[in-house]
């Protein structure tokens, strides 16, 4: 027998395990080869994920994509080309990117499974969360300045020295454990996570228009030198995207730089 509250339990966790999958957007930047294209798709397909976005690829998806997807033809047919990776996830809320190798500068770095995690709690906490999967050229991943528009860095543990997977291996050990997480949800009662935000959460354009604002200030102020830049934008980068801003803190923000702007005449 249920109860009407195990009932609604049950709807909520429905609810969530559905946005879970519906909600991830995979990324393929600059892809080279376009059977790599093609096998992403299917892998994609395969864990019940359906939003594909092409960064300036190489090659567009061809005969070979096609050959390669084995029948996961609507994904390709639907994919989205985006000229940069700032355009592909210019809409998202969460942006995860992955990594073969370490970075300079690290970034908060998580596994396959705490990366589904992740986006569960997303899916949970901002249902209309977009949420978007980043991979990397087939010869060098991602750059440096692709990376830091992510909040976090999936590492595939592998032997320390053969790291790099083919990218769409890459894309179905990760697409693979969200259908872990898909499934859990689907049995388990409703995990014991925060409720919904109050607020909407910041996109990542809105975000970047703030870095484009806070660092025109800090010029304006000689706080920040561009010919000796030091890290200190990717730095105040790393905190905020640790922060992982709403809409009114983004807000707030935006209102502190321009009352400084106003403050020390640098804006009449
Ligand atoms: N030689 C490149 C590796 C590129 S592999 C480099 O040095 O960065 C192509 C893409 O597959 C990567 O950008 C990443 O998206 C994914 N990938 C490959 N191996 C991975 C791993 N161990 N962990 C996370 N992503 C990986």
Redesign the pocket.
Known sequence: MTTEIDDENRVADKKLASSLLERVRIVL?NTTHTGNIGAAARAMKNMGLSQLTLVAPKNEPDAESYARSSRADEILDQAVIAKDLEAAVGDCQLVI?????QRNLCWPLIT?RQMADEVAKAAQSYPQANIAL?????????TNEELALCHFH?????EESF?????A???Q??VYELRVKWLELQDAGLPDWQDEWDVDWADSAGVERFYQHLEQVLVGLDFYDPENPRNLMQRLRRLYQRARLDQTELNILRGILTATEKASGLKK
């Open positions: 930047v990117g992955t990594s073969a190798r396959p980043v991979f990397g050229r087939e010869d060098r991943g991602l999936v590492n595939i543990p592998t790291s790099s997977l083919n990218v291996a890459a894309v050990v990760l």
